[in-house]
């Protein structure tokens, strides 16, 4: 495949991305309407225990992400990118539709929670490597010196859905009453996602095979795969780390925030999404910049100031935000976060592209990142929430952001301590080389 024109590389973009859209679109669906569905699917004493357990089938479902990654992404490596991506976006479209038809508790009993779980299990299984995916797509068609542009427009490709979803929810809040989006109206941007399926699969379709995927000599078996993943343990389990924050952070800015401004600093329901378009907004703009500036001055300068900048503000914002809460200082806080998000993200995905070996690129992007999600970010709604109601602070979550940011920044550490080692172990024994000419 030629992709040395920018139209070309434009298309594949835009194409490749498209999956990534659904995937977040149906995610983020979850949380924003994560009330409705606790009362639709769960039976429960409380509104509490309700969003509890919508919030902990939410976090489950991320369980199966590195279970996805570690069955989906050997796959992947050995079929191909193209095809890999066709298949992940099929199974992502049968836990939406599940989502979408499922009948509620009142109907079906005890029956519509296994269906919703069983739905948001096939998503999360997809989304293990539909993410890994997309990021070592972009990659393999980027030129070294705009890699890190190029890949985060797999991050900022979600933004575009959380903005959508956003704008889509507010229209379904105007358009009916509180009652009617909790009884039946909070199905409609779902069977909006659903209708959008058949245009991906499209989109899909045109996709080419990376260069890089082709020319390679040799392609390993799954077994093969695996044994080079085990081998590579450490690097997945920093990457692991590393990822903790992009995660933590993108699901308690955009996920949680309109369950944050409704049920914790008592917004109106159109006020809490004016403040998640924003974040989608800023998100969408500032991702792009933090890639290019992660090309330009290097991935580690980004990557430290920004996690250090998260742990030193998050509890200091939220006190600020909950002792004068408004819409204003909301938007403040929010696009505080998501600046510091974008930077991280712009120069960590294409970081973690760069230390997976290239036989299992996609796998171990996807299990290091599919953990992290499962270990940080999917649990960031429930966390949240259990932390405000235990303590009756609502500035505790910054607790969780903190924690998170502290992990990636020691992983960030360890990993560059670990290369400048190797560039000067390396450095060393081709000075020797120079020396003693009779080695070569």
């Not at 434009?10 to 977040?24: D, H």
């Not at 992502?92 to 948001?120: D, E, H, K, N, Q």
């Amino acid at each position: 495949m030629e992709h040395g024109s920018s139209t070309s590389r434009l298309r594949a973009i835009f194409n490749v991305t498209s999956g990534n859209f659904l995937e977040q679109y149906d995610f983020f669906l979850f949380g924003l309407y994560a009330k409705a569905i606790g009362q639709t699917f769960f039976h429960a004493d409380s509104s509490y225990a309700a969003l509890m357990k919508t919030f902990l089938i939410f976090a489950v479902s991320f369980l199966m992400r590195p279970i996805g990654a570690l069955v989906l992404g050997p796959y992947v490596d050995r079929i191909g990118r193209r095809k890999g991506l066709m298949l992940t976006l099929s199974i992502m479209a049968i836990g939406s539709l599940l989502i979408a038809l499922t009948p509620g508790y009142a109907t079906i009993g005890f029956a519509a929670t296994v269906l919703i779980f069983i739905g948001r299990l096939a998503q999360g299984f997809s989304a293990g490597v539909e993410l890994g995916g997309v990021s070592v797509y972009l990659s393999e068609i980027a030129e070294p010196h705009n890699r890190g542009f190029i890949t985060s427009w797999q991050s900022a490709s979600q933004q575009v859905a959380v903005i959508f979803a956003a704008v889509l929810g507010y229209l379904v809040s105007v358009a009916f009453t509180k009652a009617q989006v909790d009884a039946w109206a909070w199905r409609i941007p779902f069977f909006v996602g659903c209708a959008i399926i058949p245009f991906i699969f499209w989109l899909r379709k045109s996709l080419q095979e990376t260069e890089a995927f082709t020319t390679r000599k040799e392609h390993p078996s799954t077994r093969q795969i695996m044994a080079t993943l085990a081998a590579n343990w450490k690097i997945v389990l920093i990457g692991m780390c590393m990822v903790a924050t992009t995660t933590t952070m993108f699901y308690f800015i955009t996920v949680y925030t309109p369950t944050y401004g409704k049920e914790v600093l008592h917004l109106s329901t159109a006020e809490s999404l004016l403040a998640t378009v924003m974040v989608g907004i800023s998100n969408f703009i500032l991702l792009p910049i933090g890639g290019y500036l992660s090309d330009k001055f290097g991935r580690k300068p980004l990557l430290i100031a920004s996690t250090t900048l998260i742990f030193v503000s998050a509890y200091p914002l939220l006190s600020w935000l909950t002792q004068h809460i408004s819409l204003g200082h909301m938007l403040i806080s929010l696009l505080w976060l998501s600046l510091l998000y974008s930077f991280y993200n712009g120069a960590l995905v294409v970081s973690l592209t760069e230390m997976m070996p290239s036989s299992v690129r996609i796998a171990g992007f996807s299990v290091a990142y599919s953990l992290a999600t499962s270990v940080f970010g999917g649990l960031t709604p429930m966390i949240a929430t259990y932390l405000v109601e235990q303590s009756g602070s609502k500035s505790m979550p910054a607790f969780w952001l903190m924690f998170a940011a502290i992990i990636s920044l020691i992983a960030t550490l360890i990993v560059f301590r670990q290369r400048q080692s190797q560039t000067n172990r390396a450095s060393k024994i081709k000075g020797k080389l120079i020396v003693n000419p009779s080695h070569s």
